[in-house]
């Protein structure tokens, strides 16, 4: 579903929408990404971030935590 759906006043003036939880936590992460990006060392911390190849499988992860 993937429905956004309006809500209105007794004038049918729109006064709040409902939206799909999925296209919601789009929205508050790439707003969030987006503040973070207003700090010049945060946005260096995340360009530098992006760029590493050294990353670890969850596989490793879950063995190292015995989970």
């Not at 809500?7 to 409902?18: M, Q």
């Not at 936590?25 to 050294?54: C, F, G, H, P, V």
């Amino acid at each position: 579903m993937n429905t956004v759906q309006y809500v209105s006043d007794e004038h049918g003036t729109p006064t709040a929408v409902i939206v799909p939880i999925q296209i919601w936590e789009e929205i508050i992460s790439k707003r969030e990404t987006a503040y973070l990006l207003t700090s010049e060392t945060m946005k260096k911390r995340l360009l530098k971030a992006r760029q590493r190849q050294n990353g670890i499988n969850m596989e490793t992860i879950c063995e190292k935590l015995g989970i």
